[in-house]
């Protein structure tokens, strides 16, 4: 079976700092890793995606996603947090054997960036 | 752009009247479908779509019901709510690429069943 695992519920930085959000995942076949991220009574934006390729995948908003097959992990990170970038951060992946856009997510993940 | 357009917004529902959420995008997506949200549990899929007349349940398909007449359109159907449907809804469209689909999101519905 399919699943997401953030492991931190919540994620403290300070502004200025780098910051990471986990996720690691169980899927058969070539998976397809997405990041969301959600600001208080709003949809889903879309971050980034990892479908094939390089590693290091860039972002919208300065963020980026590091891909490592060995660790099945795909965890968000960004080399210098705002305040802005507090949200609920979703990992999500789809199995490219059923590329029907189902995806299963993580549990979300709170950044909080204090100034 | 528009893009996927939910109504209503916010919905206060007694136990078991019935109502009906609504999702529409025109981006010609061929593929549609409908999450909730529930604290701590992220979403989790209800039904799906993967083109006009076609239908499948996700994850947690239980006191819904979809129907999908046109391309724009996928409305999902509360039968009877109960409190334990209180959640936010959302509905999500996607068009195949061999690059990888990318899902957008509506605004979501919050529903609150008393």
């Known amino acids: 079976a399919q699943s997401v695992a953030q492991p931190e519920d919540q994620v403290n930085v300070a502004e200025g700092n780098p910051l990471t959000v986990k996720c690691t995942y169980s899927v058969s076949g070539n998976p397809y890793l997405f990041w969301y991220v959600q600001y208080p009574n709003r949809g889903l934006q879309f971050l980034l995606k990892?479908?094939?390729?390089?590693?290091l995948v860039k972002g919208s908003y300065g963020f980026e996603a590091e891909f490592n097959k060995s660790q099945t992990s795909f965890h968000l990170k960004k080399p210098s947090a705002l305040v802005s970038d507090s949200a609920l951060y979703f990992c999500?992946?789809?199995?490219?054997?059923?590329?029907?856009?189902?995806?299963?997510f993580g549990q979300g993940t709170t950044l909080q960036v204090k100034p | 752009n528009a893009g996927v357009t939910q109504t209503p917004k916010f919905q206060v529902l007694k136990t078991g009247q019935s109502m009906t959420l609504q999702c529409a995008q025109d981006m010609n997506h061929e593929y549609m479908s409908w999450y909730r949200q529930d604290p701590g549990m992220g979403l989790r899929l209800i039904h799906y779509?993967?083109?006009?007349?076609?239908?499948d349940q996700g994850e947690v398909p239980n006191g819904y019901n979809v129907s999908r007449s046109t391309t724009e359109d996928f409305p999902l159907r509360l039968l009877s709510a109960a409190p334990s449907q209180t959640s936010v809804y959302f509905c999500?469209?996607?068009?195949?690429?061999?690059?990888?689909?990318?899902?957008?999101f509506g605004e979501g519905s919050w529903l609150t069943v008393v």
């Open positions: 999500a469209s996607s068009t195949y690429r061999s690059s990888g689909n990318t899902i957008y």
């Open positions: 999500a992946v789809s199995s490219s054997s059923s590329n029907t856009g189902k995806l299963i």
């Open positions: 779509s993967v083109g006009a007349g076609i239908t």
């Open positions: 990892y479908i094939t390729g390089d590693n």
